[in-house]
């Protein structure tokens, strides 16, 4: 085989190789599609089962909360064990919510998280 034709094969090769790379990298970036009883549920534990609601105090778009005294989750993105974390044993002065279980704050976190684009 001549030299040419083999690095012409193995240039092709590569660009195979990289873009299998890149488009895996790009599905690993994007964030995970939250099951919709999940996210419903999750909607439901954001905006009025948690007392007091998050929505009270967060801003979240998905969920149609405008609140101003907590961060807004939008724009801070939290990853799903950070919402799990804060939740559970409270931050600064948002309090610690011990009346959910611990499935309703996975479910929780999961669809803030989700709802924000957060990676995963």
Partial sequence: MHRHTLLRRRAGGLRLGLA????????????????????????ALFTKTA????????TLADAGAAGAIGPNLDELKPDAHR??????????????FE?????EVQILAEYVSSATGAAQ
């Fill in 83 to 96: 919402v799990a974390q804060a939740v559970r044993n409270g931050i600064g002065v948002m309090p610690a």
């Fill in 51 to 58: 007392a007091p609601a998050c929505a009270v105090c967060h």
């Fill in 20 to 43: 299998a790379l890149a488009a895996g990298l790009c599905a690993a970036a994007a964030p995970a599609a939250a099951d919709p009883a999940n996210a419903e549920a999750g909607r």
């Fill in 99 to 103: 009346s959910l279980s611990d499935a």
